[in-house]
């Protein structure tokens, strides 16, 4: 995805535009230490490293130690056995899991696809009144999970009769449901990702096809949607993190123990109620970190899976 | 770009566009999705801040009616501003939003021109370093950042939030913002360069170049932090320090019966990231548009 760096721009042109690997010169004088260099990169790498990649590599380190007469004590691979194994451990855990990948299909196949027509229909050149429909599509995704679900909730609440049945109070419906409402909010994000390529579809390719005849159908199928499925690709993956990563939603709606009978429980829940504690259960940064661990490592699979599964064929696909 | 609302594409029309049954359709039929979608989209919004201003038996019984002067209550309004310190709220809320924005656009654009414009030994490993983070959430580390916090002493800090937001944004403010570096045109900082101007005159003179890519990046990050739940939640639960997010969050959890407050409550709070992304949403959309995300 890194695509080469253009030739030298700026005055390091002439002297050192040359790769790294190229061999130096050997009358090239030794440059001064570019102490500008320092200036400009220096705050915004120190600030991501102290704030984002140190704790984020201290939580790895902690997820192998437990409190042993309250001193953190090296325990290797234990907290792992215990979360997949341990038997009121594991089955939390594997219900998180479970409905992680439940809310992440729902979003899959509904969010993408739904994203995917609109996004054709306001990219199509003849509409009318576009910027009005794109602000329009995108406005649930500029509201806060915590309205968004009390707006749900209100909606779909027996009280206001919309809906007969207690949708969320209902293990059988909730984790859909909740699923829906988060599509409904997060619509707005595919949609755009897709209408930025469509439009830059260059019109002679889609000419090219009208010339040939074929309709606006086959013209999205055979010509626009080939084209768009390195994005497929992408809009996936970031659907994918997110949703691995969800936690607002069902922690306003339905509180840190994901009800009804942690039919809505996710990983991003469940690891709030292991780093914090809630009700009997006491509160433990190593089992935290550990459950952090595993959501790192299934993120992690999934973007891996992406980036030698999917691109790598696509790639092939399209030379 | 949308301007072009008559494009030259005169072939995919018939010569008698309109017609015909199917061109008619083919005109009105993405407006009827387009539509529809629009009512699913907006209409939830509309109905709660529509019942926000009426009477709590009006709520129940004409929840679909505009409030008339016979059904207006602003008892809702009242009661949120009395029993929840909610200026006190947006006040932090914004300092948090705008304290982040400013330091991602001047850390994030300081890094990126240098990485756009400079060559040196180790380029690579700083771009991909800085790149890592656009797909790890900063939230698996939670358990790090809240120990580093209580050592730093900013646990219950409107700063310790900037920091953590400013890390969390940066990653994707220097990875697009180099891309908009690189195209600004090389002719204009060599002149300024020969005319003795220092690294950093030629910096200030190339940001106002990308300020497409600025503004895509300012909305990009603001609006997740405005939103942000988690971190005030386990970072800043102080009362003198809480955001709108979870200040709502606690208000509708305390006043959940009581219909008139929590609808006003929504309606505040969804107001102010309303107002901004439709006054925005033009620049929001080109900034993405133009390059920003490919």
Known sequence: MTSAPPEGIGIDATAASTPAVAPMPAARPRRRFRTHLVVFIAPAAAIYTIFMVYPLLDSLRLSL?????????????????????????????????????VFFAVHFFVQNPIGLLLAALLAAPTLRGRSAYRTLLFIPTTLSVVIVGFIWQLIISPVWGFVETPLLGQSSTALVTLALMSVWQYIGIPMILFYAV???????????????????????????????????GIVSVITYVANMNAFDLIYTVKGALAGPDFASDIMGTLFFRTFFGFQLQQGSSTMGATVATMMFLLILAGVLAYFYGWQRRIQSYQL | MSAVSTPPRGVARPPRAGRTWRARAGVAVPHL?????????????????????????????EPFAFPTPSTV?????????????????????????????????????????????????????????????????????TVGIL?????????????????????????????VLTAFFKQVPGDLKDAARIDGASEYRVYALALPLARPGLAAIGVYTMLPIWNDLWF??????????????????????????????????????????????IIFSRQFV????????K
């Open chain 2, 33 to 61: 999705i387009l539509i529809a979608y629009v009512v699913v989209a907006c209409g939830p919004i509309a109905l709660i801040v529509m019942n926000a201003f009426k009477s709590r038996q009006a709520i129940f019984e």
């Open chain 2, 232 to 277: 005030p939640l386990i970072l800043t639960p102080g009362e003198g320090v809480r955001t709108v997010t979870l200040g709502t969050q606690l208000f509708l959890g305390q006043f959940v019966s009581d219909w008139n407050a929590v609808l006003a409550v929504l309606t505040l709070a969804a107001l102010p990231m309303l107002a901004l992304f």
């Open chain 2, 73 to 141: 209550d602003l008892g809702g309004f009242e009661t949120v501003f009395t029993r929840a310190r909610f200026e006190l709220y947006f006040l932090n809320s914004f300092i948090v939003t705008v304290g982040t924005v400013v330091l991602v656009l001047l850390l994030g654009s300081m890094a990126a021109f240098a990485l756009a414009e400079y060559r040196f030994a180790g380029i690579t490993v700083v771009s991909l370093y800085l790149a890592v983070g656009i797909m790890i959430p900063i939230r698996l580390g």
């Open chain 2, 147 to 175: 120990d580093l916090m209580v050592r730093l002493n900013l646990v219950n800090s409107l700063a310790g939030l900037v920091l953590v937001y400013t890390a969390m944004g940066l990653p994707l403010a220097v990875f």
């Open chain 1, 65 to 101: 130690y437990a409190p042993v007469d309250g001193v953190q004590t090296f325990v290797g691979l234990d907290n792992f056995v215990h979360l997949v194994s341990d038997d009121l451990l594991s089955d939390a855990f594997w219900n998180a899991v479970w409905n992680n990948l």
């Open chain 2, 286 to 293: 080109r900034g993405l548009t133009s390059g920003a995300i």
């Open chain 1, 198 to 232: 469509l439009i830059s579809i260059p019109d002679e390719l889609i000419e090219a096809a009208t010339v040939d005849g074929a309709g606006a159908w086959s013209t999205f199928w055979r010509v626009k949607f080939p084209l768009i499925l390195p994005t497929v």
